[in-house]
């Protein structure tokens, strides 16, 4: 009977997805759906309750995009990597903007508040603009507070080199691992005269390897969203105390992995295994 039920749901998800090979190892729970829109989701994440470790893992399809785009909280998500334990997301971009006739438009963003998930250090705080100051704040796990400040004056719209953000138009400062909530103010003044350019100055966090500054970004910057990349951990024990306890999540054939800056752990297939560490009773298999 149970292999039947396999087979069934084999020839189902086959057809539904003819790029995945019959050899090809699970990826999520049996009878769970693997993919939204463009994104496949593994476990621990899930698209239903059953199918996802925990509420923090869980995703939303939301069908009225096209392909279909998958949320966690309401926080877009364009890939999920078990291997490094990343999540991609979309992030909103605060701006500020000024007419030249004394009217301003603008919004501040708050994104990401779950345990779960800590913003990684391979983005980027990046400040658009000619005469603009943001402010970023945010919160450590663990509650301890985060205060910076990034800051991009210019004096006309020369002298600033495509490809790196050299000081002028652009401001970059590092972001510290752990932060589990952020919030970026953008304030500033018009530096233009007249009413014919209408100047605007931006805030946002960035995978750096994903931005590159060009001067057509001041006195504008097309994106709405930019890419950044959360860690994500399972937990929020170490692996010491994980390995003795009832909800240890790594399976067959992987090892327990601390985080850095970060509360819980994560789990990877030995060398020379591969698959999806996290999955009951399949785990890890050798290559
Ligand atoms: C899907 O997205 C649309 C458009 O943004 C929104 O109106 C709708 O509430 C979303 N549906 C769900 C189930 O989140
Ligand atoms: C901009 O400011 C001018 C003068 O104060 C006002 O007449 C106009 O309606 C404003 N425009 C917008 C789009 O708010
Ligand atoms: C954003 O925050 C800054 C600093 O607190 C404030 O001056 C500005 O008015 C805010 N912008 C909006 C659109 O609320
Ligand atoms: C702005 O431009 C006007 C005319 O184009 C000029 O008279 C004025 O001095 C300029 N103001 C500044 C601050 O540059
Ligand atoms: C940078 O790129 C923009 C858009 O492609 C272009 O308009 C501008 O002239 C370039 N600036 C320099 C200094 O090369
Ligand atoms: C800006 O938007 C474009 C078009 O959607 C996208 O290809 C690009 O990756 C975005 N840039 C960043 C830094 O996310
Ligand atoms: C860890 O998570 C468990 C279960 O979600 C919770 O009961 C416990 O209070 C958490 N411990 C800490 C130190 O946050
Ligand atoms: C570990 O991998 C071996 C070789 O693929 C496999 O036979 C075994 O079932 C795996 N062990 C567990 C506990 O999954």
Request: glycine fraction near 10%.
């Given at each position: 009977?149970?292999?039947?039920?396999?087979?069934?749901?084999?020839?189902?998800?086959?057809?539904?997805?003819n790029?995945?090979?019959?050899?090809?190892?699970p990826i999520?729970?049996?009878?769970?759906?693997?993919?939204?829109?463009e994104?496949?989701?593994?476990y621990?994440?899930?698209?239903?309750?059953?199918?996802?470790?925990n509420?923090?893992?869980?995703?939303t399809?939301?069908?009225?995009?096209?392909p279909?785009?998958?949320?966690?909280?309401?926080v877009?998500?364009?890939?999920?990597?078990?291997?490094?334990?990343?999540l991609?997301?979309?992030?909103?971009?605060?701006?500020?903007?000024?007419?030249?006739?004394?009217?301003?438009?603008?919004?501040?963003?708050?994104?990401?508040?779950?345990?779960?998930?800590?913003?990684?250090?391979?983005?980027?705080?990046?400040?658009i603009?000619?005469?603009?100051?943001s402010?970023?704040?945010?919160?450590f796990?663990?509650?301890?507070?985060y205060?910076?400040?990034?800051?991009?004056?210019?004096?006309?719209?020369?002298n600033?080199?495509?490809?790196?953000?050299?000081?002028?138009?652009?401001?970059?400062?590092?972001?510290?691992?752990?932060?589990?909530?952020?919030?970026?103010?953008?304030?500033?003044?018009?530096?233009?005269?007249?009413?014919?350019?209408?100047s605007?100055?931006?805030?946002?966090?960035?995978?750096?390897?994903?931005?590159?500054?060009?001067?057509?970004?001041?006195?504008?910057?097309?994106?709405?969203?930019?890419?950044?990349?959360l860690d994500?951990?399972?937990?929020?024990?170490?692996?010491?105390?994980a390995?003795?306890?009832?909800?240890?999540?790594?399976?067959?054939?992987?090892?327990?992995?601390?985080?850095?800056?970060?509360?819980?752990?994560?789990?990877k297939?030995?060398?020379?295994?591969?698959?999806?560490?996290?999955?009951?009773?399949?785990?890890?298999?050798?290559?």
């Amino acid at each position: 009977m149970r292999s039947w039920f396999y087979i069934l749901l084999l020839i189902i998800s086959v057809e539904a997805d003819n790029d995945v090979a019959y050899d090809q190892l699970p990826i999520a729970l049996p009878g769970c759906l693997y993919r939204c829109g463009e994104v496949e989701i593994p476990y621990p994440f899930g698209l239903t309750p059953e199918c996802s470790l925990n509420d923090a893992f869980l995703v939303t399809c939301n069908d009225s995009f096209n392909p279909n785009k998958p949320f966690v909280r309401h926080v877009p998500i364009t890939s999920i990597s078990v291997d490094d334990g990343e999540l991609g997301i979309k992030s909103p971009v605060a701006n500020y903007c000024f007419d030249g006739n004394g009217n301003v438009s603008g919004k501040n963003e708050t994104f990401l508040e779950s345990n779960q998930f800590t913003i990684s250090t391979k983005n980027i705080i990046t400040v658009i603009g000619c005469s603009t100051i943001s402010t970023i704040s945010g919160t450590f796990q663990g509650n301890e507070n985060y205060l910076t400040a990034c800051a991009s004056f210019c004096s006309s719209y020369r002298n600033m080199p495509n490809g790196s953000c050299s000081g002028v138009g652009c401001c970059q400062v590092t972001i510290p691992g752990g932060l589990n909530q952020m919030h970026v103010t953008v304030t500033g003044g018009d530096i233009t005269n007249g009413s014919d350019i209408y100047s605007c100055g931006y805030g946002f966090v960035v995978e750096e390897s994903e931005f590159k500054f060009s001067s057509a970004y001041v006195p504008h910057y097309p994106n709405a969203t930019v890419s950044t990349v959360l860690d994500w951990s399972v937990g929020n024990e170490s692996c010491l105390e994980a390995i003795d306890s009832q909800s240890y999540v790594c399976q067959g054939n992987s090892s327990c992995l601390n985080r850095d800056l970060m509360e819980g752990y994560r789990c990877k297939c030995l060398d020379g295994f591969i698959g999806n560490p996290y999955l009951p009773h399949i785990g890890c298999q050798g290559t």
